[in-house]
């Protein structure tokens, strides 16, 4: 029933666009999606996505292999830099690349910037699998005759599949969305389209019909991510070899992967730092009004803490509801609530919009309306994490406390919980990190008078003011740091080879 529910909130957005798609006429339905406009817009939309998530899978993998597994210097070092890129917002990032080199636009600069934002979405989960696995998986199927390649993709890559596709689809549904960064990069998307419909009109029927269309494509991925998810189960009851697997001597490899590390965090943390403080040091419009600077950053962490505990908490009878009890019904019920996340934030703000000033007029221009569009947007972010969490919590041993006699309450207090703690911390965390660095949703639902520090960057980025938002910028890159730290901690590893 609580599932049921939380599904049915997530979905308001869609019941939005359904609604009003259905006020239309479908003669008028069909003139507007068959512009050859759309059809651009569908071509950019599906190349990036689709090029963007084996980006980020392929990078996000490699990394975690190379840092978990072989004997690379300063391994530990690595896994931070690795995992501090989510401290920093896509649109950050395309402001450092973009007011750098003007050059980078288009496609390929929007590949560049995304891939270079979001693979961490990838490393981090599969860095985590690659240090639960038992060394002696690996070790069995080497004494069988199989090779390092062979041992890989038969034992390792399988077990590291839940990790990589939720990644990736995290991903995915975040390129769907993304406004900030490809609009400095001048690559329209169907999300960029939407915002300059809805600017040009508040209620604008091409912006609902382009919505839809989006929707249609998280479909199509949430489709793609069942069919590449297995029903295999992943928990077990015993830790394995209590050891970690020897490290693979890279051998005359070791100075080139060590190189792509250093270059990689180059590009997704040096640029858009060095940028940062760049302009803050030669932009002419740079100023430092302490006021409002710490008005806007207590309010993003206001934000960020209270949304990120309302998302986890939702996220967690939809989890339970789709591990546990799996079914056609309860795979619907979560696959259900990943689409408003694939919804550009001025369609969820609007569509809460609609339903608060039609129903419940008494929260519009609140926080708990703003609140309810983060916990739409952001709920797969913790779903994803505490469902990984929940699935290698062996069922087992919720049905030896029931049978010592314990309760449902007692049990999920004293068995469930400690083993998805983790889980939920990492979901905090993610919410948390998007709360504090969204844009579209905020501008149009924040009480007035309400600044953010992203509002506020964009504010004075839009208007080539790159001198004034670097403070707001590197104030968000800092607050972000901590969540990120938390991402990234584990198991102490070899500091040099």
């Known amino acids: 029933m609580i599932s049921a529910v939380v599904a049915g909130f997530a979905l308001i957005p869609l019941g939005f666009i359904v609604v009003y798609g259905a006020s239309l006429g479908g003669r008028e339905i069909w003139d507007l999606l068959v512009r050859p406009r759309v059809g651009e817009l569908l071509s950019n939309t599906v190349r990036l996505v689709v090029a963007g998530c084996l980006a980020s899978a392929v990078l996000g993998v490699g990394c975690a292999w190379v840092v978990e597994r072989t004997d690379v210097p300063f391994r530990a070092l690595w896994h931070v830099l690795a995992a501090a890129p989510l401290a920093i ?32 979405l990838v490393y981090l989960p599969t860095a985590a699998a690659l240090r639960g696995l038992d060394p002696a998986l690996e070790e069995v199927a080497r004494s069988l005759g199989n090779g390092p390649g062979q041992t890989f ?4 890559l399988p077990q590291l599949r839940p990790a990589m596709i939720g990644g990736s689809l995290l991903v995915g549904l975040h390129l769907l969305a993304e406004f900030g960064a490809l609009q400095m990069l001048r690559f329209p998307t169907f999300t960029t389209a939407i915002y300059d419909q809805y600017s040009s009109s ?54 080139p992967a060590l190189a792509v590390l250093v270059a990689l965090a180059g590009a997704s943390l040096g640029v858009p730092v060095y940028s940062l403080i760049h302009w803050m040091i030669v932009g002419s419009s740079t100023a430092f009004p302490a006021a409002d600077i710490a008005s806007a950053a207590s309010t993003s962490v206001g934000l960020g803490l209270v949304a990120a505990a309302i998302t986890v908490a939702l996220s967690i009878p939809v989890v339970w509801l789709a591990v546990r009890f799996r079914s056609k019904v309860s795979t619907t ?165």
């Not at 649109?91 to 910037?113: D, I, K, M, Q, T």
């Not at 069919?227 to 020897?246: K, M, N, P």
């Open 333 to 497: 019920l979560e696959r259900s609530t990943y689409v408003a996340n694939a919804l550009p934030g001025i369609v969820v703000a609007l569509a809460l919009v609609t339903v608060s000033i039609n129903y419940v007029p008494a929260v519009y221009q609140t926080y708990g309306l703003l609140l309810a569009a983060y916990a739409i947007m952001f709920l797969p972010r913790a779903l994803v994490s505490v469902r990984s969490a929940v699935e290698q919590s062996p069922p087992v041993l919720e049905d030896v406390a029931h049978g010592l006699g314990m309760g449902p309450l007692t049990t999920a207090r004293r068995v469930t919980l400690p083993l998805i703690t983790p889980g939920i911390g990492a979901g905090c965390a993610l919410v948390f990190l998007a709360v504090t660095t969204e844009l579209t949703a905020t501008l149009l639902l924040s009480p007035i008078g309400t600044t953010t520090l992203a509002t506020q960057f964009w504010s004075s980025s839009s208007s080539v003011a790159y001198g004034a938002a670097a403070p707001y910028a590197l104030l968000m890159v800092l607050i972000s740091l901590p969540a990120t730290y938390l991402l990234s901690r584990r198991p102490s590893l070899g500091g040099a080879a």
């Open 89 to 120: 917002p896509a649109f950050v990032n395309s402001y450092g690349w973009s007011s750098l080199a003007p050059g980078v636009e288009g496609f390929r600069g929007a590949l560049l910037v995304v891939t270079l934002s979001y693979f961490p």
């Open 202 to 255: 508040f209620n604008s029927a091409g912006a609902n019909v382009i919505a839809s269309v989006l929707v249609l494509c998280c479909l199509v991925l949430l489709m793609v991510d069942l069919r590449l998810r297995s029903d295999r189960r992943f928990s077990r009851v015993g830790s394995g070899a209590v050891r970690h697997a020897d490290p693979v001597r890279l051998g005359r490899w070791r100075v």
């Open 153 to 156: 993709a038969r034992v390792v």
